[in-house]
Every structure is written in C-alpha cells, then in structure tokens.
C-alpha cells in the first residue's frame, strides 16, 4: 500500500472504492480472489508510465491484503484444510461505476517457499532462475550478514537451489556476505557440496588474503565431503596452490596430506606449487617426497615439474634420478631448457662424471643453445681439478671464441692447475697472458707458481717470481718462504737464504720456525761445517731454535768427531735447562768406547762431564777406591740402578749396561763388570738370558748383547754353572750357550783357549753336562771363571779392544772380530 500513497487522489479513491465493492459484493459461499485480469487492467490504467510487472505486483498485493470476510487461500500443502485445486465459482470484477467488467473462474494463489512456480493468470509459470539469482543477491547485498538476512532468505517465495546459491556467490563480492549466504545454504534441506561454490568461496578469501578462513573453510570442506560422500577436486587442488603461493609451508603440506587421506585427486598444478614451495625454502628432500607421491598417484609430468625438479635433483647430488627424468623429459617431447642443460652439466661435472658432462654439453649445442661464461667456467673447473686439464685448455679456447673473456678467478685457476701438475711451462704462458689481460696476480698464484719452481729446483725462476711478487707490493705467505728457504738450503745458498730470512723477518713473520727448518735440512743433509755455520748466523740474528735440533746437531758433531764443536752445543743445551737423558749419556760413552787418540778421550770425557747426568757420577764413583767410596762395589752398583725408572727408561738402562760392559772390559775392570752384570740380571734388564730348564737344559742367551757384555755373562754364568753342578750335584743333560751368528765366533775363540767342551753350529754352543762337569773340574778353568789371573799378559781377555770394530758398538758388533791373541801365543 506504500505506493498507492503515491498516487493522485483520483486514483487512489478509485482504488479504494473498488475494494469497498468487492466487501459489500462477496461471491455465496466460496472464498475468492481478485482476478489477474482485473489487476491487469487497473495496472494499464493508473501506472502506463511505470514498469508493468512490479505495478501489476503492486496492485495485485493491494486487493490480497484486503480484509474480504469470505476470501482464503488453498495451498498445495493443503495446510487450511482445502483439498480443491482450483475454485469453480465465477467471479466478477467491476469498474469504477460498478459495471461487470469481467468474470471467470477464481484462480489458486502459490504457497511461498514450497512451489517452485508462480501463476501468471491461470498458467504455471516456472520462477527463472535469473529470477531467482537477482532476488538472492538482492537481500544478501542488503542485509549483509546475520539473523535478519537468513529471516529474509528464509521467506523467499520460491525454493532456492544450490544452482541458485552459486549463481549469486559469483555476484556478491564482499567475502562476509559470500560466508553468510553459504552458511545459510548449508543449513538447508536442498543443501549439496558444490565444488564450483567451494571453489568462488576460496577464490574470494584468497583476494582478501584471508587464509586462516581459508583453512577454516577448508576443514569443513573436508568435514562435508565425508559426511555426503562427495570429492571437490576443483577446491581441494585450489586450496593448496594458495597456501603454497602464500609460502604458507606448514599448512599448505597439511591440506596436501588430508586430501591424500580423503582418497580425492591432486593435479599436476598443485604438485608443482608445492615442490616449488619447498624448493623456495630450502628443503630438496621434503621436494622429493612430494614428487614420490606424485609418480605414486600416477600423475603426469607437465613440463613445468621437470623444469623444476631436474635442476634440483641435480644440485643436491641425486644424479641418476635427474638423468632419469631428463630422459623421461625427452622421451615424452618436451624440449629441455637452457637451465637444465647448465644444471646437468655443472652437476656431472663436480661430481667426477667428465664424461657425461662433456656429452650433455655437446647434445645442449646441437639442440642450438649457447653456452654460457658460467658453463664454461664450470667445464673448465670440473677438467682442471680432475687433472685433464687438455680438455679444460681445449674448452679454455673455445670459450674465448665464443666471445667470452676469461676472468680473474679462472685465469688464477688455470695457472695453479698447470703449476701444481709440474707443467711450468703452460703455467708461466697463461701467467703471462693474465698480466697483458690487465689482471693483477695474487699472492696465491704467486705463491703457487714459486713453490712449484722450488720444488723443481729452479732456484732463478723462483727467485724472478720472488723479486716480482715483492716489487708489486704482495706480502709473501709463510708457505712461500718456507718454500724458497727449503729450496735454497738445498742448494747449499747459505748467504741468500740468509738474506731471504731477513726480509721475511722484516714483514713481521716469526722466523724462529723457519730458520730452524733451515738448519734441520743441513743437519739431515750431512752438512756440519754448514749447520754450524748457520746457527752462528741465527745467534748473531737474535734466532733462536729448540733444543731438539741443538740436540740433533750435536750428536752430528759427535758422529764426524768435532768434539770441540760439540762440547758447546752441549753446553748450549744443558744450560737452556734441557734434561741430559741416559741414552745421550750412554751415546757419548759409546763414542768414547771407539775413541783411539788420547786428546780426543780427553775432549770426550770433558763433555760426559759437561752432561752433569748421575751416570757420570756413577762412572767416577765405579773407578774410584772402596776407601774414597765408603762402600763395596756391588752395593755401590746396586744403589745405582734402584735409582732408575723402569717404566720409563728400562730400554735405555738396558743400552747403557751393554755400553757399559764394553768400557769395562776394554778397561780391564772385569770385576767391576762381572759386578755390573749381576746387578742388571738381578733387576731383569735381561729377564730371558739364563734359563734352568730342571734336569734337561741350561742355556745362556746372549744374542741382544754387546761384545763386553756377552763375554761377562758366558764368564759369570758359566761360574754359577759350575757352583751349581760341583756344590750341589745338579748335572743336566746338556748346556747351550745361543750367541747368534755374530757373537758365536768371539764366544767360541774365548772358549776354546781354555779348552772347552762346547761344540760350535750356527747360532748355539752346545756341549753335554757330563762334559762340561769333567771341564769345571780343571784348575785352569777355575782360574779363568773365578778372574784369578795374576798378571795381564796371562789373561786370556787381553787386549779385548780389538772385539770392538767402530761399526756399531752400542749393542754388538756386526762384523767378525780379530782372533784373541791366547796365552800360548803371548
């Protein structure tokens, strides 16, 4: 009635005086309704200038609302009751002044929300679904959201669909709107999942970058799916290429793995969007496990995904499955890029396959691609590294015809390459031709190509390249100086080397180390008169070295007798507080053991005092009288070795006794040295020497036994033989004395003057005990056992020096001593 208050008078009081005739005018006994006809001819009448459908609506609305006593309504629901489809009383419509305008049969009207149709006259007109659509979006755009907007929907005068629904959600545009008409929707008896309308929903939130609705959403998309049964191809795959462009890692691999378990499709699309997720954030492997789901469900490649996976599979080191899918790639006609080739190609080529990266980079020309400065770089690189550097020259060349200018980082590559495979010559040719290119050489090239030179021997070229390397103001490294020191020193330069270890202590270097180095390759070298020369240079320089090599030095000067050199070495290295150990004491003995010359025994026994080592004090005490030593020698000889750490010097105690024993022997102190003998046995210096097998066999092993030392133990173990057998009455069966090859000609000349029993073979004397008994029972044999011999020209050990070749007496002699001059000769 609204707009009838915007009539004229006129019109309006017509109107109102027909209502006004039909209330006084009802029909007898059947409920009526104002005909269409007549709503068409007032709508013709008072409104030709507006728009005729929503005037005929207008005042069709007008007469309905008209309280007419008699007049109902019969729905198809049959809610009042009714069961009549159609009225069959006529009607009759009137005019203004009263007259029958018209009369038929009354018309049913239409139930809101249950008939899908409205009536237009007496036709069944079916609502357009354009109809429809506009009168949705019509109160969404209204209303927005909320209970006033579902009570509208709710009252629709035609029974909405989810066709309907999905025609409207592409209309609105505004996200909240779209969310409440869905929601309502799903709260329907029509409702079905649409994939299409799941699809504009997820399309709108990704506009609005709204991806926490986007999940939501997505939950209840899932949540519906089950519940009807249905699949949403379109949205599952839509959802996850949002999140996945949105980096949304966590989530988007979320909703990838709940569609797998929803057993629905993911397409090529979606697969690709997620590897390149992953690729983007580093994670190769993660890449990986989606393309293995991705062949799992029989997806198909699309060239995009080998673009992306081939590259990656080659950088993380999986070659065989990017060669794999290169092939594949080429077997289904898809032309492989430039970016493919290069990633291939650089690949192969790290990973030692020359081979087949040489092939991929022949097959990318013949397809027509050029290669690039940073394929040639990586050729170059993988050839010169494995060492083929023919090919990385071959490949060096074809990259400056292709225009491209080698730079910097190759150019120093190329010469390291050349200069550490020993080819000099190509090396100091590209070396050349990098200075013209305007490159200026770094110090590791330098260094490279003089320690390459050194090595060789090249004293002029590494010295040239020196000289340049110091002119361009480039601080050597201490590998290059140690280098051209080493090399120079060799060459037995000591002046130069001298000068190059000045200017290195120049630039601030610490040249302790390496002058050291120096002296070292002298020492080694055999090169005293040099090692000493070099280290008065080092002392009047203010360098110092270490102890070891004082040490090694000295004991250099000891091996070419220059004892007076040596004694202020040895004086250097006791005052730095350097601890004399008893191996280097018992070095210098055994120099002395050799010594011929009186002046040099003088020299050797001011440096064993120089040594101030307890042994020293021990070798004074040993040859002084029982009266200036207070006690007798076997005590004093027993005090001694309980001072010595076995644990930590029992194999030097073991060299000193055989050292020792030589001394003893050439000195004639043969008590002291059967003294000496007894107190080492006693301490198991030589635990495996005597053995008493019972009944059956004694045997003496003297074979790890210097000369002196060997002949002490057959004398003193031969003694407690005959106590044992003359005393005790023990005969064994026999009696070996196992003196190895060396020692068996000096025991057996020894033995034999006195006349002995034992029968020499090739490393053992052996004689059996009955024998030896009968041979203990001669006097001179006692004699000779017990050391009662009266003067020196009737011992049988005189002049015993003579078992003492300058060879090696430290521990035995290695060649065959001169014959013992006997009593009977003398």
Known sequence: ??????????????????????????????????????????????????????????????????????????????????????????????????????????????????????????????ILNASAVVKIVEIVKRWKWGPEMETQLDRLQFVPNMTHVTQALKVIADTDASLSLFRWA??????????????????????????????????????????????????????????????????????????????????????????????????PYKAFEIYESMEKAGCSLDGSTYELMIPSLAKSGRLDAASKLFQEMKEKNFRPSFLIFASLVDSMGKAGRLDTSMKLYMEMQGLGL??????????????????????????????????????????????????????????????????????LPTPSTYSCLLEMHAGSGQVDAAMKLYNSMTNAGLRPGLNTYAALLTLLANKKLVDVAAKILLEMKAMGYAVDVSASDVLMVYIKDGSVDLSLRWLRFMGASGIRTNNFIIRQLFESCMRNGLYDSAKPLLETYVNSAAKVDLILYTSILAHLVRCQEEQNERHLMSILGATKHKAHTFMCGLFMGPEQRKQPVLTFVRDFFQGIDYEMEEGAARYFVNVL??????????????????????????PKAIVFDQHIAWSLDVRNLSVGAALIAVVHTLHRFRKRMLYYGVVPRRIKLVTGPTLKIVVAQMLSSVESPFEVSKVVLRAPGDSVLEWFKKPIVQQFLLNEIPSRADILMHKLNTLFPSSAPEIRSLSPPKPLITGKAI
């Open 186 to 283: 799903m709260r329907q008896s029509w409702y079905l999942p649409n994939d299409e309308c799941y699809a504009i929903l997820f399309d709108r939130l990704n506009q609005s970058r709204d991806f926490d609705g986007i999940q939501s959403l997505f939950d209840g998309m899932i949540r519906d799916s089950s519940k009807h049964g249905t699949s949403s191809f379109c949205a599952y795959n839509r959802v996850i290429q949002y999140l996945a462009k949105a980096e949304k890692l966590e989530v988007s691999f979320c909703c990838f793995k709940k569609v797998q378990e929803s057993g629905s499709k993911i397409d090529t699309q979606t697969y690709n969007s997620l590897i390149t997720l992953f690729l983007t954030k580093g994670l």
């Open 1 to 126: 009635m609204n707009r009838l208050g915007l009539l004229c008078p006129r019109r309006t009081r017509y109107i109102l005086d027909t209502l006004y005739l039909v209330r006084k005018n009802p029909s007898s006994n059947s409920a009526t309704s104002l005909p269409n006809a007549y709503c068409f001819r007032l709508a013709t009448s008072f409104f030709p200038e507006d728009d005729f459908m929503s005037n005929f609506q207008l005042v069709r609305s007008c007469f309905s609302v008209a309280k007419i006593p008699t007049f109902a309504r019969s729905y198809c629901s049959g809610n009042n009751g009714v069961d009549s489809s159609e009225w069959t009383d006529d009607i009759q419509y009137l005019d203004e002044s009263g007259s029958v305008i018209f009369s038929g049969k009354g018309i049913r009207s239409v139930e809101p929300g249950l008939d899908d149709h409205v009536m237009v006259g007496g036709l069944k007109k079916p």
């Open 370 to 439: 050029r290669p690039s400065a940073t394929m040639f770089v990586s050729l170059i690189e993988s050839f010169a590294k494995a060492g083929k550097l023919e090919t990385a020259l071959r490949i060096w060349d074809e990259m400056k015809k292709a225009g491209f200018r080698p730079n910097y980082g190759l150019y120093t590559m190329i010469v390291e390459s050349h200069a550490k495979s020993g080819k000099l010559e190509i090396a100091m040719s590209i070396f050349s031709d990098m200075e013209k290119a305007g490159f």
């Open 661 to 686: 024993l030589n001394y003893l022997v050439l000195m004639g102190q043969i008590n002291r040295a059967r003294c000496v003998w007894k107190v080492a046995y006693e301490n198991k210096l030589f």
